[in-house]
């Protein structure tokens, strides 16, 4: 069924109140065929997956289409494997839970992200030293012009930081119907990233395992990230960025303590989060948004913004990261 001016408010974890033209749901591939076959070919479409990652700021003049393709399916397993095929309309982190619950090891660092399954390669997900290209098999999406199935493998995703041939060269070409992931039955337990490691020892358990981590992460992001249940938001808003060493060098002049991670060309990513804290904005609110108080990475809706304004304030901040430390700040959330 198609329908007509319908309110995204539900459908976008910002909370943001905006039409979209039309407006389809999907459960499975032949239920996405019949509507692109029947749609008025002038409206460009959106696909919709958890709405996790976004940023509307008008209304849409789109055909927006709501990924519910559901279902998880064991599709090899051996004695140390099991790959996994997940509907891309699953949700992430209910997939999580569903790994963690049988003991299998690959993904439970990035618990408690939100979003869907099918948006996981879109982006790279990664979280707390993991991210999904390190246990991503394959996976399928339909060719919007042609209504065919095609099958990527990991070298085809062309994954990055954040980043994904979906994004890039093949943006707005494809749905991603199904997701697979191989995930180990002898799980390795990654608690490299500081903070997991002080959270488990704060839990006090005697056998770190998957679930372990899992909860760990769950606590970790409760603490500093707000449920977008409660208070809209998508997550980080903006990349960490990646500077040559000269700019580092520079900043460390009056910061000798500014968090960076060295990358494999000699460049340095940098967080965000700091810059925009140490800038004075943590905490700050224009309006009916602002930065989150517990991490500035994150800007939040407190009830009522209008998606332009959240893209104002995100400007205010990037104008000011790049005055006060020669770094420009790229926005991760996707502007509609
Ligand atoms: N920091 C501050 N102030 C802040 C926030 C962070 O000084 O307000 C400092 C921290 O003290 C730390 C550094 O910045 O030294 C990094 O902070 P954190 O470990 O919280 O991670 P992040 O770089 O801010 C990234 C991801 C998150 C992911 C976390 C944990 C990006 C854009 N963000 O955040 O991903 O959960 O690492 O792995 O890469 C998301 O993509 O939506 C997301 C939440």
């Given at each position: 069924m198609i329908e007509h001016n319908i309110s995204l408010k539900p459908y976008n974890t910002f909370g943001i109140d905006v039409n979209a033209k039309s407006f389809g749901r999907f459960g499975s591939l032949d239920e996405l065929k019949d509507l692109l076959r029947n749609r008025d070919k002038e409206t460009p479409l959106f696909i919709l997956g958890g709405g996790s990652n976004i940023l509307l700021t008008k209304d849409l003049p789109f055909f927006v289409l709501k990924n519910e393709i559901s279902g998880i399916e064991i599709i090899n397993e051996t004695e140390t494997h099991v790959v996994v095929k997940v509907g891309s309309g699953v949700e992430w982190h209910a997939f999580v839970r569903y790994t963690v619950e049988k003991g299998w090891?690959?993904?439970?660092?990035?618990?408690?992200?939100?979003?869907s399954v099918g948006a996981s390669p879109m982006q790279n997900i990664g979280a707390y030293g993991a991210e999904i290209k390190d246990t991503f098999v394959s996976l399928e999406a339909l060719?919007?012009?042609?209504l065919e199935v095609h099958t990527f493998n990991r070298e085809q995703c062309q994954f990055g930081y954040r980043e994904s041939v979906f994004k890039r060269a093949?943006?707005?070409q494809y749905v991603i119907i199904s997701v697979s992931y191989q995930l180990s039955k002898n799980p390795v337990i990654n608690t490299t990233y500081g903070a997991i490691q002080s959270e488990i020892e704060v839990m006090g358990v005697s056998e770190i395992t998957v679930d372990t981590v899992s909860q760990a992460v769950m606590n970790i992001r409760r603490s500093k990230l707000p449920d977008p249940k409660v208070l809209g938001n998508a997550g980080s808003f903006f990349k960490n960025p990646v500077v040559s060493r000269e700019v580092l060098e520079q900043i460390a002049v009056?910061?000798?303590d500014v968090p960076h991670y060295p990358q494999e060309n000699g460049e340095e990513k940098l967080a965000a989060g700091w810059l925009i804290e140490k800038a004075g904005w943590k905490g700050k609110r224009t309006g009916n948004c602002g930065v989150h108080e517990k991490q500035a990475l994150v800007l939040v809706n407190?009830?009522?913004?209008t998606g332009r304004e959240i893209f104002d304030l995100s400007t205010s901040i990037i104008e000011d990261i790049r005055a006060k430390f020669g770094v420009t700040l790229e926005r991760e959330v996707n502007i509609l």
């Open positions: 090891g690959g993904i439970e660092n990035m618990s408690l992200i939100p979003g060719h919007i012009d042609s093949l943006k707005d009056n910061y000798p407190y009830g009522g913004s």
